[in-house]
């Protein structure tokens, strides 16, 4: 069993950054895919952005040239730096892990940007 701690979230203005960290709590080396999603009030849980066990990454297209995913191995930590922020990405934004037989969550932090 592996648990996923997010921490980075917060309250910060249209424009401004913040960066997400995942900690997990053992290897994630054997994870082929990690990520973050995030679920707005009302809305379904989407994908943000992963990456792969090599470094291969994928980004919603809302997202693209403005988020940053990053993988620490050797750390046990996923990182999401988000920059030029906006009000439409407020939610609360999860830690997601890939194996070949199982998946993890973290319990969510929060993501409000102010207009």
């Known amino acids: 069993q592996v648990q996923l701690v997010e921490s980075g979230g917060g309250l910060v203005q249209a424009g401004g950054s913040l960066r997400l960290s995942c900690a997990a709590s053992?290897?994630?080396?054997?994870?082929?895919?990690m990520g973050w999603y995030r679920q707005a009030p009302g809305n379904q849980r989407e994908l943000v952005a992963v990456?792969?066990?090599?470094?291969?990454?994928n980004y919603a297209d809302s997202v693209q040239g403005r988020f940053t995913i990053s993988r620490e191995n050797a750390k046990n930590t996923v990182v999401l730096q988000m920059n030029s922020l906006k009000p439409e990405d407020t939610a609360v934004y999860y830690c997601?892990?890939?194996?070949?037989?199982?998946?993890?969550w973290g319990q969510g932090t929060q993501v409000t940007v102010s207009s």
């Open positions: 053992g290897s994630i080396f054997r994870f082929g895919v």
């Open positions: 997601n892990a890939r194996g070949l037989t199982d998946n993890y």
């Open positions: 990456i792969t066990r090599g470094g291969s990454t």
